[in-house]
């Protein structure tokens, strides 16, 4: 959308947040050609770098749900939901009251990662979710789902137990995570 808007025009309100963290003296003093034409370059180059380093084999932007924001950020392909979902588990349910993610891995299509991941953002209330950019040396592709407990390892497990390439390894606290706690087969990997 910002590449479209600069692609025929520089209004007011673009090019003040394209130089809200700019030096004042760095800012010109009205928006130009000059100046959108290099704003332009930036975006475009900023777009061609992102789907340089995002996998191939996930959604095209405009195939995503309505509501599912998906950002490429450093090594991560990120995705935040705008769905309005409430637990359908109480806290209780949790045996791990601590902030962390759920574990998926599959050695071959990342494809299948955010299928999963767009299935559980519609259907409950996570922070977020991310698969990598680029697969690491020798371990698979892995999907983190983000939420302030484990309240859902239970229906997680009973619902990706055994689907095709695909393994649901659990919750990992980000204590553990902060600690460097990696299993054997990850270390194994590396």
Known sequence: MLQETLE???????????????????????????????????????????????????????ELPEKINRVTAGGWVQYFSKYDTEHERPESDADTHEAGKYLFFTPDDVRSLENILIEQLKQRPYSMAKVPTKLGKKEDWVLCLYQEDNRYWYDLREEYHDPPGVRFRGFKTNTKTRQGEYSDRFESSQ
């Open 8 to 62: 025929s025009e520089l209004p007011v309100e673009v090019f003040d947040r394209l130089t809200q963290y700019l030096p004042e003296e760095d800012i010109p003093e009205e928006p130009s050609a000059e100046y959108r034409q290099r704003a332009l370059e930036y975006v475009t180059d900023c777009i061609s770098y992102r789907e340089e380093i995002r996998p191939d084999s996930l959604s095209e932007h405009t």
